[in-house]
């Protein structure tokens, strides 16, 4: 291992620190919540094929840069295969956080986790204000399975007062965030996708949005998953939501803890196969849900979700037909004469679960899916803590798809080839909002084989 010279923080240049580590992006961190007594131990600048440092406690061996104490580390630049990594070795004498300064960072590892949580009492990822930043895996992994890999603690927060930063994650097939303890969220923009794969059997994306072992917190921040597999999951304990702004989009369990999911605060709109899960409660259909504050919208495909100890009102109910993603499903508070509630899914579904504060005991409320008003629009009397609805007879016809995938007006040969290439994951095809939107044919919320086949169909038919 090349060895770092240690240079003492009180002696960097200020050139430096201002050439590696904008002023502002200085200031924000200094501001932060944890941050605003420490010194940045390391500059690290990333060079594609190679990474450089300046400061303490950092070694480089190619393009795997390793940092080996507690404090804070100022991180910027790209990777184009490489890996950070963070390993303390002794975390009793060294108990403090390592605190890693995101300020436009672009790391891509091609058979390993981009960030590496080796060992460290604790670890933060902080994204530092107006910067981009972001993390890509290869799909070929030799010990990890996700692109941030921890095996102890991970905070990832924002790194100023105002916490605009952005982090985006992208997995061809394993986990976006892996922890083996506890992972929490406080702030910053981040998005995680884990259905990159090409649609082959090999490399369909089936990972985990954020995979916590003993615990997965969302307080704060901006958050958008789309996952192959779970969004949000823990494997061991429980998954608290208090804060921030959470859209997830799932293949499996948009949301599932083992042992409890609570939800007091924030906004949370989780879409899966099935919405909100408790999965060791010992009953058959699964646990119980808390929900004690916050604006939620869940929906399922596959069966209803159970809450018990609430002390915020909910609504269940499930449609006799299966609905189509992207329509608004709203509640229109008859005495106030004002909507009290409206939220898209992001996938089909069948199954409904919404609850906020405004759904008090007195509301009458009228519901609506898009334009169309259903239960004949006769209003919902809320009935205290929980209100079950089921078979709500809907007539919201399906979105009829539409082949015109490159939208030229005409549907041929050239929209079928577009779709092709988006199925196969072609890296130098740039699609359009449009095209993303009308390559899902069957409505199922992702662009596959089975949209291909349909296509051809479709134009088999017109010939």
Do not use: W
């Amino acid at each position: 291992m090349k060895k770092i010279q240690k240079i003492s923080a009180a002696f960097l240049s200020s050139t430096v620190l201002l050439a590696a580590f904008p002023l502002n992006a200085v200031q924000a961190a200094e501001s932060g919540a944890d941050a605003e007594t420490d010194p940045i131990l390391a500059t690290i600048a990333l060079n594609g094929t190679s990474a450089s440092a300046e400061g303490e406690n950092v070694t480089i061996d190619g393009t795997t840069v390793t940092i080996t104490a507690s404090g804070s580390y100022a991180i910027s630049g790209t990777l184009d295969d490489g890996q950070i990594v963070v390993n303390v070795p002794d975390e009793t004498k060294d108990p403090g956080t390592v605190k890693l300064l995101f300020n436009g960072v672009n790391v891509t590892s091609k058979s390993e986790a981009a960030v590496l949580i080796e060992n460290a009492e604790k670890t933060s990822i902080n994204i530092m204000d107006g910067t981009e930043n972001t993390l890509k895996d290869g799909g070929l992994y030799k010990e990890t399975n996700a692109v941030i890999y921890a095996k102890d603690d991970l905070t990832i927060k924002a790194g100023g007062d105002l916490g605009d930063g952005k982090l985006r994650i992208d997995s061809v097939y394993q986990n976006g965030i892996h922890c083996n303890n506890d992972v929490k969220i406080t702030g910053g923009n981040i998005k995680i996708r884990t259905d990159e794969g090409d649609g082959t059997d090999a490399t369909t994306g089936k990972g985990d949005g954020i995979r916590g072992k003993t615990s997965v917190e969302i307080k704060g921040g901006k958050i958008d998953i789309n996952a192959g597999g779970d969004g949000v999951k823990s494997t061991k304990g429980t998954v608290t939501v208090s804060g921030g702004d959470t859209e997830i989009k799932a293949g499996n369990d948009a949301v599932q803890g083992e042992t409890a999911v609570q939800i007091s605060g924030g906004t949370l709109k989780a879409n899966g196969d099935r919405g909100l899960t408790n999965a060791n409660s010992g009953a058959a259909e699964g646990g119980p849900i808390t929900i004690t504050g916050g604006t939620i919208l869940a929906t399922a495909t596959d069966k209803q979700v159970i809450v018990s100890g609430n002390t915020q009102n909910v609504l269940l109910f499930n449609t006799t037909t299966q609905q189509v993603k992207d329509r608004t499903i709203s509640l229109y508070e008859m005495q106030k004469a004002e909507t009290i509630f409206e939220m898209s899914p992001d996938k089909k579904y069948s199954y409904v679960l919404i609850s906020s504060p405004l759904l008090t005991d007195a509301a009458k409320c009228t519901l609506s899916i898009g334009e169309t008003q259903l239960l004949e629009g006769k209003p919902i009397e809320l009935t205290g803590a929980l209100t079950v609805l089921t078979d709500v007879v809907s007539d919201v016809p399906a979105a009829a798809p539409n082949y015109d995938i490159n939208d030229n007006g005409a549907v041929d040969v050239v929209d079928a080839v577009l779709l092709a290439r988006i199925v196969a994951g072609d890296s130098t095809l740039v699609v359009t909002d449009i095209a993303a939107e009308r390559s899902d044919l069957d409505g199922d919320g992702k662009t596959g084989p089975l949209d291909l086949t349909q296509m051809l169909r479709h134009l088999a038919r017109l010939i």
